[in-house]
């Protein structure tokens, strides 16, 4: 085992200031002579908004200014980041998304103007004295109903509420409709993926900032991608050239997707600075973010599954509405399709897939990527389906898993959804998570429970996603408006340590940690000699950020590919030093040799040699060490994985109780395995809060019902079992240079199906004929669905 | 939050008086209040805290009664009463999370009459009576319904005095969220009878299970209820259960609670 290099589960670095409570968030920021901004937001859903009578507000006391949608002419709307087409070739329907409400409001939530003062009291004090005139409308909020005939539409200007109708794969339709009239056994199920609000511990802050002096906009702003933030809303927004626009997001208390997105305040915030010459400050309260940060999943679907006499997978094919809310967001159009119908294959050769995504506006917040980002979607209702088959064919839910899975020879392995599997052995994981589980041995704990009164069932899922996202060129194809590379820089000191300038960005991931390892371990030096630096436009080389499980494959990548360049150059000084052939020299446990030789020079003479460059070959090479490299993977990486759940359902009550969980994943190599742990005991526990507790509700008005803690439950401690975790099973990636995959999403992915199985199945052993019910699986959902 | 005054007087007359003032309200851990304030939903002019009153402190055991002050904190009856009335003590004890029960008072609690509460079953269970700067009300009057009670205009109360039954327990099962109690049920067995009373479930507060009671001063036992049922009719409903849920499970606590009271 290593001692701090590749594979070894170092303590995070981090943990020291995040522990001692001397992280710096944004709200940590405070600039001299910082005003305060108030949103002044919708309280109804749906409504004109004809006017906004600001003229009592603006006499309050400490009033620098009230903008409105007004103030914003000649500013762009916030941009969406991928382009849908859909089944008959058009592109998706792309309404404006204003920063202020222009004429319209859409959602509660939605920004109607904006006080800034010099305290955030007197701000929210003026916001009160705001009149608005308005005219409440119907508002759309079942996305059946909204693409009803006849429905009142969310955007007036477009022909209807769907974005988009997306077919996939279309010319694969008619042969998947001829499978199901062939099967000889039809699953099929309808069901709900839940709606979410992802809640990170730290809500969302901006605070813009301008620079007279030199005529430059600063952002400080919580988020897992700042370039791509001083790029939407330099390039699209406001019109601010990327070498005038700075965007710093320093530490960040949990992102879980929602903290990608390009949001109004953080535009209005440069925009606000600038117009006032006074830094501006937002904070989001908690009760801001529930309708205002972009929330996740909630997916209306029916999907079957067709089967032969032996048992086969034949075809299959889904029927989805997503729901937008009443803006797209900045990737919310790639969620539902190109995240979601590209993973329908799961692990199983199921050689027909037809998958239909139907978008939709309606009058709530927008929805975007949350962890897992159409992966969860897709993992739940295939291993739902999967599992409904097993039971309805009488056959163990593992066994029929195993019969058509992909086997570990068949890799490379085409998908029928327009993607190829590198590498995988999911016989492999199932084997180990059942093992882990004591599978066998559950009978006698559910003779145990029946005893106690309680209901014992055991559920198991097999997910497959694609991370390390993503192959600009294909991504490209697909409708991104952006590449999906990622950078770093490699400064070496003249005395030998490193500093590690990343386009990734860590909000709770611990790149500051596990990055170092890399390097050090290549270098064969010690971690503490790396330093990592990201989070900042004005250090950093320009990356796109943290999110889809990307960071170690394509960040971890690109800093590879860069110190290889360091490596290779280095390696000429010391041939030069030792007056030896560059082809001789050797790189081991932080020395250079000449091979065969006892020659040796230290790192630190090396680096030495660059920066004071008296005895060094001038002629050839530069002097300094310092090295840049940006990575495009090639493919998207395939972690992938069993999770096996066993529950107690209390008959009397409904209440679930979650008894064991085992994760066996497979995501390649693994850096280190204490973070690689962490990360799937908190995905776990994100899904089973998915699975048992959160749920996002508005009402028929469009009122957000669940706009608190009071009604809105978050898993906690006393929630979770002790998650059992391993990662032995490792085919590592074969198209990056450290042959990972990536491993941040993949709890909260496979973790719900495995959880409502095993639901499913301690209800129907005993003796109820419950197949379905829709998460989350609250104590009363149980019961009435026990007694229904 | 808008700006307020905010007075800590030392005696309960200085705190009548203060409350004179229309626009004054009584501050007693402000578990609920000071939230509410912080959305802006309330705007007091003048918080009253009653924490500055010694007089309303602490706990007294004697003889078959315990008396609480009404300034008395969840965690202190927790710790204080944990011999005397364990059912009690470990409701107290159950309320909330840590923080809670350090600041919220048993007064705080009971003046606010929240449907969901804990201490409302105690007391109602327990025949307590509600002591107040002007009177001493039973608790069978006191609980009027939602976020009502017998309180009126100027009256504070001072002390809580539960008899000590022979038996109880109190079994909440909690909404998932907030974990306040979706229903919740006390019972106490007293010499002359049994009290069953219900929280988290009615629209209407907390409410004594007459039919319950009957059937368990008669056999004190889970099985005498299992037959009983509730009408889902008056129940709330909301995300966390309907109204037929609600009965069912307030039935289901009520059998638990005669279990868990041995």
Known sequence: ???????????????????????????????????????????????????????????????????????????????????????????????????????????????????????????????????????????????????????????????????????????????????????????????????????????????????????????????????????????????????????????????????????????????????????????????????????????????????????????????????????????????????????????????????????????????????????????????????????????????????????????????????????????????????????????TRRAASAAKGKLRGIGLSHYIEACGIAPSNLVGQLGARAGLYESATVRVNATGGLVVMTGSHSHGQGHETSFPQVVADMIGISPDQVEIVHGDTANTPMGMGTYGSRSIAVGGSAMVRATEKIIAKAKKIAAHLMEASEADIELKDGAFSVAGTDKSVAWGDVTLAAYVPHNYPLDDIEPGLEETAFYDPANFTYPSGCYICEVEVDPDTGRVEVQSFAAADDFGNVINPMIVEGQVQGGVGQGIGQALLENCVYDADGQLLSASYMDYAMPRASDLPMIDVDHSCQTPCTHNPLGVKGCGEAGAIGSPPALVNAVIDALQRDGKSVSHIDMPLSPARVWAAMNA | MYNFDFVKPSTVEEAVAALADDEAQPLSGGQTLIPTMKQRLNAPETLVSLLGIEALKGVTVGGDRVTIGAATTHATVAREVAEAYPALAALAGNIGDPAVRNRGTIGGSLANNDPAACYPAAALASGATVVTNRREIPADEYFEGMFATALEEGEIITRVTFPIPEAAAYVKFEQPASRFALAGVFVAKFAGGVRVAITGASEEGVFRWSEAEEALSGNFSAGAVSALSLDADGMMADLHGSAEYRAHLAKVLTGRAVTAAG
């Open chain 1, 1 to 443: 085992m290593p001692k701090d290099g590749i594979g070894a589960s170092v303590k995070r670095r981090e943990d020291l200031r995040f522990l001692t409570g001397t992280g710096r968030y944004t709200d940590d920021i405070n600039l001299r002579g910082q005003a305060h901004v108030h949103f002044l937001r919708a309280d109804v859903a749906h409504a004109t908004l004809n006017a906004v009578d600001t003229s009592a507000a603006a006499e309050m006391p400490g009033v620098l200014r009230i903008f409105t949608a007004k103030d914003f002419e000649g500013v762009g709307g916030l941009p969406c980041g991928w382009q849908v087409t859909d089944k008959h070739g058009q592109p998706m329907q792309e309404p404006k998304h204003p920063i202020l409400a222009e004429g319209k409001i859409r959602h509660v939530g939605e920004i109607v103007a904006a006080v800034v003062a010099e305290t955030l009291e007197q701000a929210r004090d003026a916001a009160e004295a705001i009149e608005l005139d308005t005219e409440d409308l119907p508002a759309v909020i079942d996305m059946k109903q909204a693409v009803a005939e006849g429905a009142p539409k969310v955007h007036d200007e477009l022909t209807s509420n769907l974005c988009y109708d997306w077919g996939f794969v279309e010319e694969n339709k008619a042969a998947v409709e001829e499978a199901f009239a062939n099967a000889a056994h039809v699953t099929t199920l309808e069901l709900v993926n839940n709606r979410l609000v992802a809640n990170p511990m730290e809500p969302r802050v901006a605070i813009g900032d301008y620079a007279l002096h030199d005529d430059s906009s600063t952002l400080y702003t919580t988020s897992q991608n700042p370039h791509v933030i001083r790029l939407l809303m330099g390039a699209f927004v406001l019109g601010i050239p990327e070498h005038k626009l700075r965007v710093v997001a320093p530490d960040v208390g949990g992102g879980f997707g929602t903290k990608i997105f390009h949001y109004a305040e953080e535009a209005f915030c440069t925009f606000a600075a600038k117009q006032l010459r006074r830094p501006v400050k937002w904070t989001s309260t908690r009760s801001e973010a529930f309708i205002s940060d972009a929330h996740g999943r909630d997916h209306v679907t029916k999907i079957q599954l067709a089967l032969d006499a032996d048992n086969n997978f034949t075809a299959l094919r889904t029927d989805t509405y997503a729901n937008m809310g009443a803006y797209l967001s900045t990737f919310a159009p790639s969620v539902p399709t190109w995240l979601h119908g590209t993973l329908m294959a799961g692990n199983y050769r199921t050689p027909l897939i037809y998958v239909n995504v139907k978008a939709v506006f309606t009058n709530t917040v927008p929805v975007d990527a949350y962890r897992g980002a159409g992966r969860p979607e897709a993992t739940f209702q295939l291993e739902r389906v999967v599992d409904k088959a097993a039971r309805e064919l009488g056959v163990d839910p593992a066994e029929l898993r195993r019969q058509n899975f992909i086997r570990k020879d068949q890799f490379p392995y085409a998908t029928p959804v327009a993607v190829e599997y590198d590498t995988g052995d999911y016989e492999a994981t199932l084997d180990k998570a059942m093992q882990m589980a004591g599978y066998a041995g559950f009978e």
